[in-house]
C-alpha cells in the first residue's frame, strides 16, 4: 500500500519543540565534552613533561582565544551536567508530560545561563 504524504526535506522550516532542541544540544555538548576532555589531556601531559612544558602551557591560558575556548568548554559541561540530570530525572519518571517536560528544559536552558555566567567570570 503506498500513501502520497507530503515531505518537508528542509530542516530550517522544521519548528522543533524544546524538549527536542534540548536533547538534540545534550548530544552537540556531549561531543564537545568529549574533545575537550583529550585537549585537556594533552595539556595535562605538557604540563607535566617539564617544567619548561609547564610554563608553556600557562603562557597558553593568557591568550584571549585560550580563554574563549575555556569557557566554551566550561559552558558546555555545564549544560550537559544539567541536561544529563534532567534525563536521569526523567528516566525516573517525573516531567515525563509535554508540559512539565518543556517547563523543565526551559529552567535547564536558564540553569546552563547562569552556570555559564559564572564560568566567564571565573575565566577572565
Known sequence: ???????????????FPVTATASILHRVSGIIVF????????????SLSSPVGFNRVMG???LLF???????ILTGLAYHLVFGVRHLLQDLGFW????SA???????????LILSIFAGVLVW
Open 1 to 15: 500500500m503506498h500513501k502520497e504524504r507530503p515531505k518537508n526535506l528542509d530542516l530550517a522550516t522544521v519548528k
Open 35 to 46: 574533545i575537550s576532555l583529550a585537549i585537556f589531556m594533552i595539556l595535562l601531559n605538557l
Open 60 to 62: 597558553y591560558f593568557d
Open 66 to 72: 585560550v580563554e574563549f575556548i575555556i569557557w566554551v
Open 96 to 99: 515525563e508530560e509535554m508540559t
Open 102 to 112: 518543556s517547563w523543565s528544559a526551559y529552567c535547564g536552558f536558564v540553569l546552563t
